[in-house]
C-alpha cells in the first residue's frame, strides 16, 4: 500500500489500527515542519529536535485514546505546547539557579567567608560593566525594579525571548565575574 497518497484522516485511522506503516508516513510528512515550529519556540536545533521526538513518542503511545481531526493543526499545537512547556521549565530552572547563586553570596558574607558587602557591591558594579547597555538595563529592570519579563519585553519593546536572553547572559557573565566572592562552604 502506498501510504504517500493518503489522506491525512485516512493515515490517522490506520495510525489507531496500529499500523507502524502509516505512523511513519505522518513522521515523514510533518516531521520537519514540526522541527521548524520547535526551533521557532526554543531557538536551538538539538531541543527542537528532541521535542519533535517526544511528540512522536506520544503520538504513538496515545493513538488509542487521541482525538485528532486536522492532523496537521494536531501536531502543530502539540509541538508548540511542548515547546511552552520546555521554556517554563528551563525559566523555572534558571530562576532556581539565580536564587542558589544569590542565596550564596549573602551566606557567604554573612560568616565573614568573603569580602564586605560593600566590596561585593563594588564587584557586581564592575561586573555590569562588560555587559552591553541593553542588558544591564535589563537585568536591572528584573532584578533591582523586580519587574516581569513581559513587563520588560513591553517597556522596551522587545521580544519576552529577547529578554530572557539578555538575562541569562547578565547571570553567567556575573557568576563567572563573582567566582572570588563564592564559597564552597
Given at each position: 500500500?502506498?501510504?504517500?497518497?493518503?489522506?491525512?484522516?485516512?493515515?490517522?485511522?490506520?495510525?489507531?489500527?496500529?499500523?507502524?506503516?502509516?505512523?511513519?508516513?505522518?513522521?515523514h510528512?510533518?516531521?520537519?515542519?514540526?522541527?521548524?515550529?520547535?526551533?521557532?519556540?526554543?531557538?536551538?536545533?538539538?531541543?527542537?529536535?528532541?521535542?519533535?521526538?517526544?511528540?512522536?513518542?506520544?503520538?504513538?503511545k496515545?493513538?488509542?485514546?487521541?482525538?485528532?481531526q486536522?492532523?496537521?493543526?494536531?501536531?502543530?499545537?502539540?509541538?508548540?505546547?511542548?515547546?511552552?512547556?520546555?521554556?517554563?521549565?528551563q525559566?523555572?530552572?534558571?530562576?532556581?539557579?539565580?536564587y542558589?547563586?544569590?542565596?550564596?553570596i549573602?551566606?557567604?558574607?554573612?560568616?565573614?567567608?568573603?569580602?564586605?558587602?560593600?566590596?561585593l557591591?563594588?564587584?557586581?558594579?564592575e561586573?555590569?560593566?562588560?555587559?552591553?547597555?541593553?542588558?544591564?538595563?535589563?537585568?536591572?529592570?528584573?532584578?533591582?525594579?523586580?519587574?516581569?519579563?513581559?513587563?520588560?519585553a513591553q517597556?522596551?519593546?522587545?521580544?519576552?525571548?529577547?529578554?530572557?536572553?539578555?538575562?541569562?547572559?547578565?547571570?553567567?557573565?556575573?557568576?563567572?565575574?563573582?567566582?572570588?566572592?563564592?564559597?564552597?562552604?
Amino acid at each position: 500500500m502506498k501510504y504517500q497518497a493518503l489522506t491525512d484522516e485516512q493515515l490517522v485511522d490506520f495510525l489507531k489500527s496500529d499500523n507502524q506503516s502509516a505512523f511513519e508516513e505522518i513522521y515523514h510528512r510533518y516531521w520537519y515542519k514540526l522541527l521548524g515550529v520547535a526551533y521557532h519556540e526554543t531557538g536551538t536545533r538539538e531541543e527542537a529536535e528532541e521535542l519533535v521526538q517526544d511528540l512522536f513518542e506520544k503520538l504513538w503511545k496515545r493513538r488509542h485514546v487521541s482525538i485528532i481531526q486536522h492532523l496537521s493543526a494536531y501536531l502543530v499545537v502539540s509541538i508548540k505546547h511542548l515547546a511552552t512547556n520546555y521554556i517554563k521549565s528551563q525559566i523555572t530552572h534558571r530562576k532556581f539557579q539565580e536564587y542558589l547563586i544569590f542565596n550564596e553570596i549573602r551566606q557567604s558574607n554573612a560568616t565573614d567567608e568573603t569580602v564586605q558587602f560593600s566590596d561585593l557591591s563594588k564587584a557586581v558594579e564592575e561586573a555590569m560593566k562588560k555587559l552591553p547597555e541593553k542588558s544591564v538595563e535589563i537585568f536591572k529592570l528584573s532584578r533591582f525594579e523586580n519587574q516581569s519579563v513581559k513587563a520588560i519585553a513591553q517597556q522596551l519593546n522587545l521580544s519576552e525571548k529577547a529578554v530572557e536572553y539578555h538575562i541569562t547572559k547578565s547571570l553567567k557573565v556575573l557568576k563567572e565575574q563573582l567566582k572570588a566572592y563564592h564559597s564552597d562552604n
